[in-house]
């Protein structure tokens, strides 16, 4: 399956989101945009057409087998059709790409924790069996997200986590007083194990702390910039 999650390397946009930006909804220039997406797309799935979402925070998973004259609102696609490359937009969030190789299914999500804590890789790994995949032979990959040490939460998102299962907090780490340092990694990757998936790579790499390599929302936040850049994965049949 041909896979890769990209980060902000090798691309024409300038200034705050100098680098591969393939955000449409930035302020960039949209034919820079484009550009960026086509040198994405050719290093990842050369001949394959471009599939995305309009993503909302969901736990919506749409079914693809042709280009949409429209991006769905949705936040995760699945298909079984040859020469598609499903692409998820990411600046800080993660990313989770699936595969069942013997069924020829293969899924993207973009996990947010709105999406994370409402199952979109739940239900994604369901719409994928519709098409004939097996929980069991799926393997997933968690892609560039923000870290734990750079995720800082307050005691009311603990909240939410925790009162959906108790045993969420191991999730939190202490921080200042009323905070908490949130794992958003290893929550989805326990989403997947717990669904059934029995392979699970984790990337590891914080979107937050390397400027030099991947956009986040959160830094252009703190740093009171008025954009932001998005990163995208992709895999295709």
Same mark, same amino acid.
């Given at each position: 399956?041909?896979?890769?999650?990209?980060?902000?390397?090798?691309?024409? %946009?300038?200034?705050?989101?100098?680098?591969?930006?393939?955000?449409?909804?930035?302020?960039?220039?949209?034919?820079?945009?484009?550009?960026?997406?086509?040198?994405?797309?050719?290093?990842?799935?050369?001949?394959?057409?471009?599939v995305t979402v309009y993503q909302v925070h969901s736990a919506d998973v749409v079914t693809i087998d042709?280009?949409?004259?429209?991006?769905?609102?949705?936040?995760?696609?699945?298909?079984?059709?040859?020469?598609?490359?499903?692409?998820?937009?990411?600046?800080?969030?993660?990313?989770?790409?699936?595969?069942?190789?013997?069924?020829?299914?293969?899924?993207?999500?973009?996990?947010?924790?709105?999406?994370?804590?409402?199952?979109?890789?739940?239900?994604?790994?369901?719409?994928?069996?519709?098409?004939?995949?097996?929980?069991?032979?799926?393997?997933?990959?968690?892609?560039?997200?923000?870290?734990?040490?750079?995720?800082?939460?307050?005691?009311?998102?603990?909240?939410?986590?925790?009162?959906?299962?108790?045993?969420?907090?191991?999730?939190? %780490?202490?921080?200042?007083?009323?905070?908490?340092?949130?794992?958003l990694e290893a929550y989805v990757a326990h989403r997947l194990a717990t669904a059934g998936v029995r392979r699970v790579e984790l990337l590891g790499l914080d979107t937050?702390?390397?400027?030099?390599?991947?956009?986040?929302?959160?830094?252009?936040?703190?740093?009171?910039?008025?954009?932001?850049?998005?990163?995208? %994965?992709?895999?295709?049949?």
């Open positions: 399956m041909r896979h890769g999650f990209l980060g902000r390397r090798g691309g024409v %946009s300038t200034g705050i989101v100098a680098g591969l930006n393939v955000g449409l909804g930035s302020a960039d220039d949209p034919e820079a945009i484009a550009e960026n997406r086509r040198r994405a797309l050719t290093a990842v799935a050369p001949g394959a057409a471009l042709d280009v949409p004259a429209e991006r769905p609102r949705a936040d995760a696609l699945v298909t079984a059709t040859p020469g598609l490359a499903l692409g998820i937009l990411t600046a800080d969030c993660a990313p989770v790409l699936f595969a069942d190789v013997d069924a020829g299914v293969i899924g993207a999500a973009h996990a947010g924790w709105k999406g994370a804590i409402a199952g979109v890789t739940d239900a994604t790994i369901a719409a994928m069996e519709a098409l004939g995949a097996d929980r069991g032979r799926i393997v997933a990959a968690i892609g560039p997200c923000i870290a734990r040490a750079s995720y800082e939460v307050d005691d009311g998102f603990v909240a939410r986590f925790c009162d959906q299962d108790p045993a969420n907090d191991r999730f939190f %780490s202490p921080g200042r007083p009323d905070h908490a340092q949130f794992d937050y702390a390397d400027d030099d390599r991947f956009y986040s929302f959160r830094r252009a936040t703190h740093r009171d910039e008025p954009d932001y850049g998005r990163q995208i %994965s992709l895999i295709a049949l």
